[in-house]
């Protein structure tokens, strides 16, 4: 991939609806992705003090975080119903040149802070559940 600009790689979350329409989450200065697998350690006595992982018995997960300031009350509003709720919803990533990561999400922090002279900002992690599908741009 070639170098790209950050504002090119956007936070999208779903109505529900059916067929469903993603909104760009608005106000993010930052957004990142993270692709996890957990390793298995099946290392034992005859591994000649070398560690010895089990390929593809892990749990896989998706890890998203993104900070801001809010630009519209929906956006807002979405995120702090989702947080409350503690219900799953749909996002979708899209990363420039590469592709777009979509799936259910929990919102597990939603969180606010702001300087005595500086407008008020958020910030949100997202968790996956389930499959996340991959398409390439």
Known sequence: MAAQKGALLV???GNGGSPETFTTVAGLRSTSISLNDETVDVTHKGSSAKRTLLGGAGVSSVSISGSGVFTDDATETTLKNNWASGSLANYQVFIPDFGTYEGSFQLTSLEYAGEFNGEVTYSVSLESSGNI????A
């Open 11 to 13: 936070l999208k979350i």
């Open 133 to 136: 599908a991959f398409s390439s």
